[in-house]
């Protein structure tokens, strides 16, 4: 079975600079996807960022970026430039190939940005 | 465009209580999950369904029930209310196409006394 594990509960940041946050998953399995999503206090469920395990170029979003190593099992988040708004848990996801759709997400890092 | 859309958002239930929570989309998605959030745990997966007609058990599936009789639909029925059951309720969907974004409902915070 895959699991996903993320090993920092809480994080904080100043304001404008950058912060990553790390994501372990275990599977045997060759193909596969993962994403962050973000959670911020209003509940709602955002997607960041994506990455498929077959794509050796790391992913990037504006501000966002990862780091995947697959060999390692390893998908850190790294936010450059941090904004206040950008404060909330952050959780990682793995999702495998013809399972439906299912997702397999990490305990979550709540990430405070400070002023 | 709705997306997905989750009721309701608040409940306070008595042990031993039934009630369902109401799930739709409006994406035409073939892919439903319904998935539940507690401190330190992160979402794990109660119950998912492929299309109408076909429903299957994630990983913490006792206690709950749902069916998908359409493509829009797909409700999550607490059978009796336990104290256990206390938490966050995600329902999310999805195309079947392999990289693509779950899309989540707001939520039901759900509380058994």
């Known amino acids: 079975a895959q699991t996903v594990t993320q090993s920092q509960p809480e994080m904080s940041v100043q304001e404008a600079e950058t912060v990553t946050l790390s994501c372990t998953y275990d599977?045997?399995?060759?193909?596969?996807?993962l994403f962050w999503y973000k959670q911020p206090p209003s509940r709602q469920m955002i997607l960041v960022i994506r990455?498929?395990?077959?794509?050796?170029q790391n992913a990037t979003e504006n501000r966002f970026s990862v780091n995947f190593q697959k060999a390692a099992k390893s998908f850190s988040l790294k936010i450059s430039d941090s904004q206040l708004g950008d404060t909330a848990m952050y959780f990682c996801?793995?999702?495998?190939?013809?399972?439906?759709?299912?997702?397999?997400f990490g305990q979550g890092t709540e990430l405070s940005v400070k002023p | 465009n709705a997306g997905v859309t989750q009721t309701p958002k608040f409940q306070v239930l008595k042990t031993g209580q039934s009630m369902t929570l109401q799930c739709a989309q409006d994406?035409?998605?073939?892919?439903m999950s319904w998935y539940r959030q507690d401190p330190g745990m992160g979402l794990r997966l109660i119950h998912y369904?492929?299309?109408?007609?076909?429903?299957d058990q994630g990983e913490v599936p006792n206690g709950y029930n749902v069916s998908r009789s359409t493509t829009e639909d797909f409700p999550l029925r607490l059978l009796s209310a336990a104290p256990s059951q206390t938490s966050v309720y995600f329902c999310?969907?999805?195309?079947?196409?392999?990289?693509?974004?779950?899309?989540f409902g707001q939520g039901t915070r759900l509380t058994v006394v």
């Open positions: 999310a969907s999805s195309y079947r196409g392999r990289n693509t974004e779950a899309f």
């Open positions: 599977t045997s399995e060759s193909n596969y996807y």
């Open positions: 990455q498929e395990a077959y794509k050796q």
């Open positions: 996801a793995f999702k495998g190939v013809d399972q439906g759709g299912k997702l397999i």
């Open positions: 994406m035409n998605h073939e892919y």
């Open positions: 369904s492929v299309g109408a007609g076909i429903t």
